[in-house]
């Protein structure tokens, strides 16, 4: 048997410059953070021929055409596997469609168990890429490569996109002091709403193709709030950062009508009043949830917990997606 594991991310900055509608054209820059919140994968031979795949839906097929799970079937494809008597099941520690990343970190777990299958190595920036290949290229999702480099990478990452289509990837240089800070202070609540990313980033893609004046200007000004918070970040300026985070929600929901609603722009609005110091939502929007930094955590908390929000407390991951058995 297999198992191997991928992190969830949050973002930190610069959300929306990686997709390839904007970047091919001007480049992106993003801050993402992998977090101890993880997708598992599990593959394990049959005795009998066949797949038999777990998810949200059970699917027991005879050959990969016939599977009906597109980044599986896709997966299997691409990783060249010749076995015909698999099963593979997946877990996860936040559920899909809440815009921690969660697609992004299921293809790159289930390419790294399928390459340890065939026991090929991989790094890292490989692995992400042939996630991206699966998810933007052959299953054509209006979608940027941020999830799947993160969970490949994990740590708190700095990406550069190219309008080559390549990705630089370095850590983000802060202090072991400033890391611990912005984990203490860094709270995450979900708002209730699960929603699937792909109309509000087609969206952003249709504009940004279209040369939309507008969301191009709102990109390249979220670019450079991204570098902002980088240099931030790194000279141990919280509370700037902390700013940026305010600065740049508002930003991201000039995009898209479908980017908030009443209820999050209240519980952000509740969070503002009750100690923190900036936030946004994580992901395309719509839903999923809302990270705030707050000094003041005690009053927050008991703020978001009268709105019936529920915190999911969570710490920096610096692993990227790795085997856990083999």
Same mark, same amino acid.
């Given at each position: 048997?297999?198992?191997?594991?991928?992190?969830?991310?949050?973002?930190?900055?610069?959300?929306?410059?990686?997709?390839?509608?904007?970047?091919?054209?001007?480049?992106?820059?993003?801050?993402?953070?992998?977090? #101890?919140?993880?997708?598992?994968?599990?593959?394990?031979?049959?005795?009998?021929?066949?797949?038999?795949?777990?998810?949200?839906?059970?699917?027991?097929?005879?050959?990969?055409?016939?599977?009906?799970?597109?980044?599986?079937?896709?997966?299997?494809?691409?990783?060249?596997?010749?076995?015909?008597?698999?099963?593979?099941?997946?877990?996860?520690?936040?559920?899909?469609?809440?815009?921690?990343?969660?697609?992004?970190?299921?293809?790159?777990?289930?390419?790294?168990?399928?390459?340890?299958?065939?026991?090929?190595?991989?790094?890292?920036?490989?692995?992400?890429?042939?996630?991206?290949?699966?998810?933007?290229?052959?299953?054509?999702?209006?979608?940027?490569?941020?999830?799947?480099?993160?969970?490949?990478?994990?740590?708190?990452?700095?990406?550069?996109?190219?309008?080559?289509?390549?990705?630089?990837?370095?850590?983000?240089?802060?202090?072991?002091?400033?890391?611990?800070?912005?984990?203490?202070?860094?709270?995450?609540?979900?708002?209730?709403?699960?929603?699937?990313?792909?109309?509000?980033?087609?969206?952003?893609?249709?504009?940004?193709?279209?040369?939309?004046?507008?969301?191009?200007?709102?990109?390249?000004?979220?670019?450079?709030?991204?570098?902002?918070?980088?240099?931030?970040?790194?000279?141990?300026?919280?509370?700037?950062?902390?700013?940026?985070?305010?600065?740049?929600?508002?930003?991201?929901?000039?995009?898209?009508?479908?980017?908030?609603?009443?209820?999050?722009?209240?519980?952000? #609005?509740?969070?503002?009043?009750?100690?923190?110091?900036?936030?946004?939502?994580?992901?395309?929007?719509?839903?999923?949830?809302?990270?705030?930094?707050?000094?003041?955590?005690?009053?927050?908390?008991?703020?978001?917990?009268?709105?019936?929000?529920?915190?999911?407390?969570?710490?920096?991951?610096?692993?990227?997606?790795?085997?856990?058995?083999?």
């Amino acid at each position: 048997m297999i198992i191997t594991r991928s992190p969830l991310r949050i973002s930190l900055g610069g959300g929306g410059t990686d997709l390839p509608s904007y970047y091919r054209n001007h480049g992106g820059f993003l801050i993402a953070a992998a977090i #101890d919140k993880y997708i598992y994968i599990t593959v394990h031979r049959r005795f009998v021929d066949g797949f038999l795949l777990k998810y949200s839906h059970l699917e027991e097929v005879s050959s990969i055409d016939e599977i009906e799970h597109p980044i599986i079937r896709e997966a299997l494809k691409l990783a060249g596997v010749s076995e015909r008597n698999l099963e593979i099941a997946s877990m996860a520690d936040i559920p899909a469609g809440t815009g921690l990343g969660s697609s992004g970190s299921f293809t790159t777990a289930l390419l790294k168990a399928l390459h340890a299958l065939r026991k090929n190595l991989v790094h890292p920036s490989e692995l992400a890429e042939q996630a991206c290949c699966i998810e933007m290229e052959k299953l054509r999702e209006p979608i940027g490569k941020q999830d799947q480099y993160i969970s490949a990478y994990g740590g708190i990452t700095c990406f550069e996109f190219l309008p080559d289509g390549r990705v630089q990837a370095s850590p983000l240089n802060v202090s072991e002091d400033t890391l611990l800070e912005l984990e203490d202070n860094l709270l995450l609540f979900f708002t209730g709403y699960s929603r699937s990313a792909s109309k509000i980033l087609r969206e952003q893609h249709d504009k940004s193709m279209r040369s939309d004046e507008a969301m191009l200007e709102n990109l390249h000004f979220v670019k450079e709030l991204g570098r902002q918070s980088q240099r931030a970040l790194e000279s141990n300026n919280l509370g700037e950062f902390a700013r940026l985070l305010d600065v740049h929600w508002r930003q991201k929901k000039e995009r898209s009508a479908s980017m908030s609603n009443e209820f999050i722009n209240d519980s952000y #609005d509740v969070a503002m009043a009750n100690g923190a110091l900036g936030g946004k939502l994580i992901g395309a929007g719509g839903g999923g949830f809302l990270i705030f930094y707050a000094e003041d955590k005690a009053r927050l908390r008991d703020a978001m917990r009268k709105r019936k929000l529920t915190e999911v407390r969570f710490r920096f991951e610096p692993e990227g997606t790795k085997i856990l058995i083999q």
